[in-house]
């Protein structure tokens, strides 16, 4: 399988200033030493609590941000090193779909517009007609059907299900080779999310994208996705195919994360056993110690001393954790 | 000995007009709630679920407007009913009888105001002794599962789970009976998610509350709620104890809404519903799923259906049954 995307340590720090005359300064490493492979058709899944550092993750792929330290290397070419031109070409063969539906969408320009701004900008030769087909061909690829009836419809007349699927759309009539898809069924009623679901999984089927697929819930990325990869603070935990991860999760945040799923059998008890007590904020700030040693219940001295490694335990499932030395 | 009903909303409708229509948010539901009991009511966004919530506590406000019906509490001083309390009375009933954890809890805090002072608020506005206030404050905090430290922080210094807990103290701060919690925790993540509803549970164990769960989410109150509500387009389409709702659906539309979760069995496919809920603001003739429903047939579209108990406590509202 080849690779379509590498981060190689990949370090991004965001510094905030505050107190009198802003003296004080803080840093937060929302991207710790990030060093993942998406493959060529497949759909890597990206999970972690808010603030772990996934959509950071996500925009630095897509060069949307400057990095620190590290590189990223897009069919074997560091995007940071890209001039002008290829720069161009790579906005053409990525592209991102976002989380919110009604706000991603400019609210006075009409889908036939919004759709059909990729193609404009990178397939100026097209003719108007040509243009016509083509973002009615997407319109149907996403299930909006028929879609000459969407083309001058306003995102206002449009439900959440809908606005995200002219999103989708949006994303893949440009034909890219790579799409971020960050948390984008979080806004949606849980009845439409399967079916917006479905045609992120046929994206990869039929026309062989490769997607990374950012969200809080795993049960939904491990419905879409081949592998999952766990962060925690800007650090990737664990690693593995999505069914592996499920089944033996391995580093103590994965197991928390999957044990607060909420199962819909009534059978389940729900354990009423407090877990990690306290709530408490705690940011990256580089040091040299495991990210999760303040909130884990098998914290050791060793912890507290290095940074664990990132091994892989099993075959292709990776773990960053003392607990597997 | 019959048991009487804590809360008992009796054919409530309620309307929004909005742009010259009339939006038709709730229609003729009918809803008990028991003392230590805890109720789901799950529903699409437009279900009419939060609109329904709010009328327990009279909340409705313009352009909404309550068309009929009654809300029956069941206080000390025997049943009133909340729509027709004097200010006066509704200002004692709040809060201290019924109160809510709201959707955007995120943001239901004031910005320039230190924790303590909103709940000091609260406790004092609705005749809590002044000389006690200091001793609940930590309580409650503490109830809410909190340090008492954190009374002097300012909301922007909290995390989301953390403000959403001061929710919690301040929806337990003048000892309610009944508490409502309309999506308090959508927007938190999974493990957040867990330590709250955990501790809401262990509240309702400890104080005897009543609880009122509102979400969308199904499979979060399957195994929290003792009896789901499932609503759609403004009514009341199925009520089950949990276990028969999760074993045997009847309602098409609830069977389409568990079909549509995704679990972690890796190879079950998940569906979603077709089409749209119908618009509220149109004449809806025979049953509002009828047009997205796989079992329609001609009776669905010219009657609507009622509320019917087809045995054991099991109500839905279908043709079928």
Redesign the interface.
């Known amino acids: 399988m080849n690779s379509i995307i590498e981060t190689n340590q990949v370090t991004k720090e965001f510094v905030t200033k505050r107190g009198f005359l802003k003296r004080t300064t803080s840093t937060t490493r929302a991207l710790d030493q990030v060093n993942v492979t998406i493959n060529e058709n497949e759909i890597f899944g990206l999970i972690g ?2 603030g772990s550092g996934k959509t950071t993750l996500g925009l630095a792929i897509l060069r949307l941000i400057d990095l620190n330290q590290g590189k990223i290397n897009f069919f074997g070419e560091n995007i940071y090193d890209l001039k002008k031109r290829q720069l161009f070409n790579f906005r053409e063969k990525t592209q991102m779909i976002f989380q919110d539906p009604y706000s991603s969408l400019n609210p006075v320009v009409t889908i036939y517009k919004s759709v059909s701004t990729p193609l404009k900008v990178f397939h100026k030769e097209m003719s108007e007609e040509q243009v016509v087909d083509k973002v009615i061909q997407t319109l149907e690829t996403v299930g909006l059907t028929p879609a000459d009836q969407f083309l001058n419809k306003f995102p206002s007349q449009m ?3 809908q606005r995200q699927r002219v999103g989708i759309a949006r994303a893949v009539i440009s034909d890219p080779d790579f799409i971020v898809a960050d948390e984008p069924v979080s806004m949606l ?10 045609i992120l999984i046929n994206l990869k089927l039929k026309l062989n994208k490769s997607m990374m697929f950012i969200s ?5 990325t ?2 879409v996705s081949d592998r999952i990869a766990v962060m925690h603070l800007g650090q990737i935990v664990e690693m593995g195919e ?2 592996e991860i ?1 089944k033996n999760p391995l580093h103590p945040y994965t197991k ?21 007590g ?2 408490s ?1 705690y940011t990256n700030e580089g040091k040299n110690e495991c990210s999760y040693a303040n909130k884990c219940p098998f914290v050791k001295d060793v912890c507290r001393e290095r940074r664990p490694d990132f091994k892989e335990v099993e075959k292709n499932h990776f773990v960053a954790c003392v607990l597997y030395d | 000995m019959m048991s009487f009903p804590l809360l008992e909303v009796k054919d409530i409708s309620v309307e929004y007009g909005v742009d010259g229509k009339t939006i038709k948010a709730v229609n003729h539901v009918n809803l008990e709630i028991n003392k230590g009991d805890v109720v789901a009511i799950v529903g699409e966004s437009g279900s009419g679920k939060s609109t329904l919530a709010m009328t327990f506590l009279n909340l409705i406000e313009k352009p909404g407007r309550i068309r009929n019906g009654k809300v029956n509490y069941r206080g000390a001083k025997g049943v009133v009913d909340v729509l027709r309390m004097r200010p006066v009375d509704l200002m004692r009933y709040r809060w201290k009888e019924v109160s809510m954890i709201f959707q955007s809890a995120m943001n239901s805090l004031n910005p320039v105001m230190r924790i303590e002072g909103q709940l000091r608020d609260v406790m004092i506005e609705h005749g809590t002794d002044e000389s006690l206030v200091d001793a609940k404050i930590d309580e409650k905090l503490k109830l809410a599962g909190l340090t008492t430290s954190i009374k002097k922080s300012y909301p922007h210094e909290l995390s989301g789970g953390m403000k959403q807990r001061v929710n919690i103290a301040l929806a337990l701060a003048c000892d309610p009976k009944l508490l409502i919690a309309d999506e308090a925790t959508t927007a938190l993540d999974v493990v957040v998610q867990r330590q709250i509803l955990t501790r809401l549970l262990k509240l309702k164990q400890d104080l005897s509350l009543s609880l009122v769960f509102i979400t969308h989410d199904i499979s979060l109150v399957a195994n929290i709620a003792e009896i789901i509500n499932v609503m759609y387009a403004g009514k009341i389409v199925e009520r089950a104890f949990a276990k028969q709702l999760f074993e045997n659906p009847l309602h098409p539309y609830t069977e389409a809404l568990l079909q549509s979760i995704p679990t972690l069995e890796k190879g079950t496919a998940i569906k979603g519903i077709k089409g749209t809920p119908p618009d509220l603001s149109k004449e809806i003739k025979g049953c509002p799923f009828a047009d997205r429903c796989p079992k329609m047939f001609d009776r669905c579209l010219a009657e609507p259906p009622e509320l019917k108990n087809v045995g054991d406590n099991h109500y839905v509202s279908c043709h079928l049954y």
């Open positions: 609590e808010s439900s959440g299900g009623d849980v009845s439409l999310r399967a079916d917006i679901l479905n809080h819930d795993i049960t939904v491990q419905y999505s069914g499920i928390t994360l999957i044990d607060s799923i909420p199962v819909p059998d009534p059978n389940k008890k729900w354990n009423t056993d407090e877990i990690g306290q709530i904020e």
